[in-house]
């Protein structure tokens, strides 16, 4: 089993619509949650980051983490074509360490 | 406001062939590392500098060796390159080890023939 794994994509939803992207993690002492958007060819950039259970809002982008259940969620409301990219979850348990998905790619089609 | 500054963004290497990939931040980070992204493929750390000083093996530590220069700079060195080694390497620093974000340099796309 893979340390953290998302969900197969790639993932399309039209322009306007919520893309839902997922996360599970194996390691129960994780504290540090991340999301990543990298578009091709370039560098990953920093989205969202989480710590606490819950819901974190950022303009049109909301990441929801639940530790029971070793989930982590990247909502993307009104999703615009601008979007489409790869997005990658990285996950830290132990200092100096992010352990990163595969990535899933989302199309926004116009 | 440079950031985190790669150098070369390309290269092309026989097998057997070494070179270092240099890095460079100028956001007075503590941690700083290097990973590997092949094609399709998320990132996988091969080595971290959690402070200035110390190092340490990531998940493919195996054909590569790391320094920490000093707090900006963190080097990757390739002493015996392999086909295998052909990838795209991601030089980037946090603030502190572990929990806080990672800031990505642009990234050296080596190809080893």
């Known amino acids: 089993q893979k340390e953290v794994e998302q969900n197969s994509g790639p993932l399309s939803v039209p322009e306007g619509a919520i893309a839902s992207l997922n996360c599970t993690y194996s390691d129960r002492g994780s504290q540090s949650f991340f999301w990543y958007r990298q578009y091709s060819g370039k560098s990953p950039e920093l989205i969202m980051f989480?710590?606490?259970?819950g819901d974190k809002e950022d303009g049109r982008f909301t990441a929801q983490l639940n530790k029971a259940s070793q989930y982590v969620s990247l909502l993307i409301r009104d999703s615009q074509p601008s979007d489409s990219a790869t997005y990658l979850c990285a996950v830290s348990a132990n200092a100096g360490k992010s352990t990163f998905g595969d990535g899933t790619t989302l199309t926004v089609k116009p | 406001n440079a950031g985190v500054t790669q150098t070369p963004k390309f290269q092309v290497l026989k097998t057997g062939q070494s070179m270092t990939l240099q890095c460079a931040q100028d956001m007075n980070h503590n941690s700083m590392y290097w990973y590997r992204q092949d094609p399709g493929m998320g990132l996988r750390l091969i080595y971290y500098?959690?402070?200035?000083?110390?190092?340490d093996k990531g998940e493919v530590p195996n054909g590569y060796n790391v320094s920490r220069l000093n707090k900006r700079e963190f080097s990757l060195r390739l002493e015996s390159a392999a086909p295998s080694q052909t990838s795209v390497y991601f030089c980037a620093s946090s603030e502190g080890a572990g929990e806080s974000p990672l800031h990505f340099g642009n990234g050296t796309r080596l190809t080893v023939t």
């Open positions: 989480i710590y606490s259970n």
């Open positions: 500098s959690a402070s200035e000083g110390t190092t």
